[in-house]
């Protein structure tokens, strides 16, 4: 693959729909077999935690999120946006939530973190903008 390819999807914000977004890095690893399987993982995981995130902040039930991805000779980059209700990520600490509270959630931007190379998430006008980017060998 000589130059980057891209991908917009949207999808109602609802539960739902989160493995649409799953399943097409899965189609995609299958079309650029340049993704190792864990990379593919490593995707599959972040995409749906941050539509999870989407889904559970947004502002409106009928709103919907738009997933774009650009598909690069070294590397993958992940956009999900969303109308959210207030949120102020310079107030965000991602680490690990307590493990008293496993069952509650709150897992989601620190597996992100964990499992990506660039994340930064931004807040303008009632948009929430999550960018992540994964390195593929």
Known sequence: ???SEFIRLEIPSSPKYISVVRNLIDSISTNHTFMTEEQKD???LAIGEACSNAVKFSRSPDSTIT???EIQPKQVEIEVRNESTDFQPENLKIEPPSLEKINEGGWGLY???QVMDHLKICCNNGITTVRMAKKIT
């Open 42 to 44: 490593d995707l599959k």
């Open 1 to 3: 693959m000589a130059s």
């Open 111 to 113: 597996l992100i973190k």
């Open 67 to 69: 997933v774009t991805l």
